[in-house]
T-cell receptor, first 113, second 114 residues
Framework: QQQVKQSPQSLIVQKGGISIINCAYE??????FPWYQQFPGKGPALLIA?????SEKKEGRFTISFNKSAKQFSLHIMDSQPGDSATYFC????????????FGKGTLLTVNP | DVKVTQSSRYLVKRTGEKVFLECVQD?????MFWYRQDPGLGLRLIYF???????EKGDIPEGYSVSREKKERFSLILESASTNQTSMYLC?????????????FGNGTRLTVT
């Protein structure tokens, strides 16, 4: 049972465009939703995270939108740049859970110059 | 900055060999993790440890074991390597379980079993 479903699997965007990656979760006990960014040859690194008590969080060009009733959250990258080309993973867990950070399957984003 | 170091970037092993993947973190984190990354499957948790000598199974523990004798070091052991264990292995550490305790990953070990 896949608890976090991520789409699309791959995404090609032109420089300056908006990249949107979507995730849906099943476990209503989840209360922490991070996004990780992974460049080729590197491990994933935390990009931005949100808790379900807010509907949106913005950090620079990156925004998480959260819809608790629909059990969905998404990452928006405004003014996408070639340097944003990477694999993006959404994840979900319960705060206080020692380990159970459940990841989506990842989205390979390519931003063309 | 937290540094998670995986001892090997690439490993090639033969079927049936016992394989050790080593990971060291330098930030005194309690929690350490081993993930496996495969194309189209994302990151899957193999094992984790929340204290020295403590371990718990993740989602795909079959064929693997772990060892944590010191707080900074967490080893993944493939008892008898098989070709379906060819993958990228990622170690991670985390200081706690709260909102401000992200996972810090190493750069991975790409293991090929022939």
């Amino acid at each position: 049972q896949q608890q976090v479903k991520q789409s699309p699997q791959s995404l090609i965007v032109q420089k300056g465009g908006i990249s949107i990656i979507n995730c849906a979760y099943e476990n209503t006990a989840f209360d922490y939703f991070p996004w990780y960014q992974q460049f080729p040859g590197k491990g994933p690194a935390l990009l931005i995270a949100i808790r379900p008590d807010v509907s949106e969080k913005k950090e620079g060009r990156f925004t998480i939108s959260f819809n608790k009733s629909a059990k969905q959250f998404s990452l928006h990258i405004m003014d996408s740049q070639p340097g944003d080309s990477a694999t993006y993973f959404c994840a979900a867990s319960r705060i206080g859970s020692n380990y159970k950070l459940t990841f989506g399957k990842g989205t390979l984003l390519t931003v063309n110059p | 900055d937290v540094k998670v170091t995986q001892s090997s970037r690439y490993l090639v092993k033969r079927t049936g060999e016992k394989v050790f993947l080593e990971c060291v973190q330098d930030m005194d984190h309690e929690n350490m993790f081993w993930y496996r990354q495969d194309p189209g499957l994302g990151l899957r948790l193999i094992y984790f440890s929340y204290d020295v000598k403590m371990k718990e199974k993740g989602d795909i523990p079959e064929g693997y074991s772990v060892s944590r004798e010191k707080k900074e070091r967490f080893s993944l052991i493939l008892e008898s390597a098989s070709t379906n264990q060819t993958s990228m292995y990622l170690c991670a550490s985390r200081s706690g379980t709260g909102y401000n305790s992200p996972l810090h990953f190493g750069n991975g070990t790409r293991l090929t079993v022939t």
